[in-house]
Protein backbone atom coordinates (compact mmCIF):
# COMPACT_ATOMS: atom_id res chain seq x y z
CA UNK A 1 0.00 0.00 0.00
CA UNK A 2 1.47 3.40 -0.69
CA UNK A 3 1.91 6.10 2.18
CA UNK A 4 -0.51 7.78 3.55
CA UNK A 5 0.85 11.28 3.12
CA UNK A 6 -1.85 13.06 1.76
CA UNK A 7 -5.80 12.72 3.39
CA UNK A 8 -7.39 11.83 0.15
CA UNK A 9 -7.16 11.62 -3.46
CA UNK A 10 -8.17 15.22 -3.72
CA UNK A 11 -5.69 16.33 -1.69
CA UNK A 12 -2.68 14.60 -3.77
CA UNK A 13 -4.22 16.15 -6.97
CA UNK A 14 -3.91 19.74 -4.53
CA UNK A 15 -0.20 19.16 -3.70
CA UNK A 16 0.38 18.91 -7.20
CA UNK A 17 -0.80 21.58 -8.28
CA UNK A 18 1.02 23.83 -5.13
CA UNK A 19 4.16 21.91 -6.83
CA UNK A 20 3.71 23.12 -10.57
CA UNK A 21 3.02 26.46 -9.29
CA UNK A 22 5.72 27.01 -7.24
CA UNK A 23 7.86 25.57 -10.27
CA UNK A 24 6.45 28.06 -12.76
CA UNK A 25 6.96 30.49 -9.90
CA UNK A 26 10.79 29.93 -10.34
CA UNK A 27 10.85 29.98 -14.11
CA UNK A 28 9.63 33.06 -13.97
CA UNK A 29 12.42 34.01 -11.57
CA UNK A 30 15.42 31.99 -13.44
CA UNK A 31 17.77 34.34 -15.15
CA UNK A 32 20.36 31.64 -16.68
CA UNK A 33 19.22 29.24 -19.79
CA UNK A 34 20.50 25.82 -18.32
CA UNK A 35 18.42 26.77 -14.86
CA UNK A 36 15.17 27.89 -16.92
CA UNK A 37 15.63 24.60 -19.19
CA UNK A 38 16.07 22.51 -15.49
CA UNK A 39 12.80 23.84 -14.01
CA UNK A 40 10.77 23.27 -17.80
CA UNK A 41 11.75 19.99 -17.60
CA UNK A 42 10.57 19.21 -14.08
CA UNK A 43 7.15 21.11 -14.98
CA UNK A 44 7.06 18.72 -17.62
CA UNK A 45 8.02 15.92 -15.90
CA UNK A 46 5.29 16.70 -13.14
CA UNK A 47 2.81 17.07 -15.36
CA UNK A 48 2.82 14.67 -17.55
CA UNK A 49 2.70 11.94 -14.02
CA UNK A 50 -0.32 13.94 -12.87
CA UNK A 51 -2.37 13.40 -15.75
CA UNK A 52 -1.27 10.08 -16.32
CA UNK A 53 -3.04 9.68 -13.12
CA UNK A 54 -5.85 11.77 -13.68
CA UNK A 55 -6.52 10.51 -17.09
CA UNK A 56 -6.05 6.31 -15.49
CA UNK A 57 -7.45 6.27 -12.52
CA UNK A 58 -9.33 9.94 -11.14
CA UNK A 59 -11.18 10.40 -13.96
CA UNK A 60 -12.88 6.99 -14.89
CA UNK A 61 -13.53 6.73 -11.28
CA UNK A 62 -15.83 9.50 -11.83
CA UNK A 63 -17.37 8.97 -15.08
CA UNK A 64 -21.23 9.01 -14.93
CA UNK A 65 -21.34 10.12 -11.04
CA UNK A 66 -20.56 13.87 -11.99
CA UNK A 67 -21.34 16.60 -15.34
CA UNK A 68 -19.90 14.39 -18.31
CA UNK A 69 -19.10 18.06 -19.45
CA UNK A 70 -16.41 18.36 -16.64
CA UNK A 71 -14.50 15.14 -17.15
CA UNK A 72 -14.83 16.06 -21.35
CA UNK A 73 -13.54 19.56 -20.37
CA UNK A 74 -10.37 18.40 -18.07
CA UNK A 75 -9.35 15.77 -21.35
CA UNK A 76 -9.42 18.22 -24.05
CA UNK A 77 -7.60 20.82 -21.03
CA UNK A 78 -4.67 18.33 -20.77
CA UNK A 79 -4.50 17.42 -24.66
CA UNK A 80 -3.85 21.18 -25.24
CA UNK A 81 -1.09 21.07 -22.33
CA UNK A 82 0.84 17.62 -23.90
CA UNK A 83 1.09 20.12 -27.12
CA UNK A 84 3.18 22.56 -25.27
CA UNK A 85 4.64 20.20 -22.69
CA UNK A 86 6.41 17.75 -26.04
CA UNK A 87 7.14 21.46 -27.85
CA UNK A 88 8.78 22.63 -24.45
CA UNK A 89 11.01 19.25 -24.22
CA UNK A 90 11.76 19.47 -27.55
CA UNK A 91 13.43 22.49 -27.48
CA UNK A 92 15.44 25.06 -25.42
CA UNK A 93 15.61 28.15 -23.99
CA UNK A 94 17.20 29.93 -26.54
CA UNK A 95 14.59 29.19 -29.27
CA UNK A 96 12.09 31.43 -30.47
CA UNK A 97 9.25 31.43 -27.90
CA UNK A 98 10.53 28.92 -25.51
CA UNK A 99 9.22 31.50 -22.47
CA UNK A 100 6.31 32.10 -24.16
CA UNK A 101 5.11 28.57 -24.51
CA UNK A 102 6.54 27.85 -20.57
CA UNK A 103 3.91 31.10 -19.82
CA UNK A 104 0.90 29.83 -21.82
CA UNK A 105 1.43 26.26 -19.91
CA UNK A 106 1.48 27.69 -17.05
CA UNK A 107 -2.12 30.00 -17.60
CA UNK A 108 -3.77 26.98 -19.13
CA UNK A 109 -2.72 25.07 -15.97
CA UNK A 110 -3.62 27.55 -13.75
CA UNK A 111 -7.27 27.61 -15.57
CA UNK A 112 -7.45 24.13 -15.21
CA UNK A 113 -6.78 24.21 -11.60
CA UNK A 114 -9.44 26.57 -10.89
CA UNK A 115 -11.91 24.51 -12.97
CA UNK A 116 -11.07 21.54 -10.84
CA UNK A 117 -10.80 23.31 -7.37
CA UNK A 118 -14.02 25.87 -7.57
CA UNK A 119 -15.40 25.48 -4.06
CA UNK A 120 -18.96 25.20 -5.20
CA UNK A 121 -19.43 23.61 -8.53
CA UNK A 122 -15.89 22.44 -9.89
CA UNK A 123 -15.07 19.05 -10.25
CA UNK A 124 -13.44 18.09 -7.09
CA UNK A 125 -16.46 19.48 -4.98
CA UNK A 126 -18.32 17.43 -7.46
CA UNK A 127 -16.16 14.26 -6.46
CA UNK A 128 -17.06 14.74 -3.06
CA UNK A 129 -20.42 14.48 -3.21
CA UNK A 130 -20.61 11.10 -4.68
CA UNK A 131 -19.99 7.63 -3.03
CA UNK A 132 -15.90 7.08 -4.24
CA UNK A 133 -14.18 6.09 -1.33
CA UNK A 134 -11.23 8.74 -2.06
CA UNK A 135 -8.59 7.26 0.43
CA UNK A 136 -8.84 4.28 -1.54
CA UNK A 137 -8.39 5.92 -4.93
CA UNK A 138 -5.40 7.82 -3.18
CA UNK A 139 -3.54 4.87 -2.51
CA UNK A 140 -4.13 3.39 -5.99
CA UNK A 141 -2.99 7.05 -7.28
CA UNK A 142 0.23 7.06 -5.10
CA UNK A 143 1.22 4.00 -6.25
CA UNK A 144 1.25 4.69 -9.73
CA UNK A 145 2.68 8.12 -8.98
CA UNK A 146 5.44 6.42 -7.42
CA UNK A 147 6.03 3.85 -10.34
CA UNK A 148 5.91 6.94 -12.68
CA UNK A 149 8.66 8.94 -11.01
CA UNK A 150 10.90 5.79 -11.13
CA UNK A 151 10.27 5.09 -14.62
CA UNK A 152 10.91 9.18 -14.96
CA UNK A 153 14.40 9.06 -12.65
CA UNK A 154 15.31 5.89 -14.55
CA UNK A 155 15.47 7.57 -17.66
CA UNK A 156 17.62 10.74 -16.78
CA UNK A 157 14.51 12.78 -16.42
CA UNK A 158 14.46 15.61 -13.87
CA UNK A 159 12.28 14.50 -10.76
CA UNK A 160 12.02 16.49 -8.33
CA UNK A 161 11.55 14.56 -4.58
CA UNK A 162 8.15 14.66 -3.85
CA UNK A 163 7.18 16.71 -0.92
CA UNK A 164 5.04 15.51 2.13
CA UNK A 165 2.06 17.92 2.06
CA UNK A 166 -0.52 17.43 4.78
CA UNK A 167 -3.86 18.92 3.33
CA UNK A 168 -6.99 18.62 4.72
CA UNK A 169 -9.91 17.61 3.56
CA UNK A 170 -12.28 20.84 1.92
Do not use: W
Not at 33 to 57: P, S, Y
Not at 123 to 129: D, T
Request: aromatic share 6%; charged share 35%.
Amino acid sequence: MAKAEFTDAIALLKADHRKVEELFEQFEKAKAANRKQEIARQICTELKIHTMIEEEIFYPAFRGKIEDDTLDEAYVEHDGAKVLVNDIEAGSPEDDFYDAKVTVLSEEIKHHVKEEERQSDGMFAQCRKTDVDLVALRDQMMARKQELMAQAKASGLPVAKPKAVHLVAA
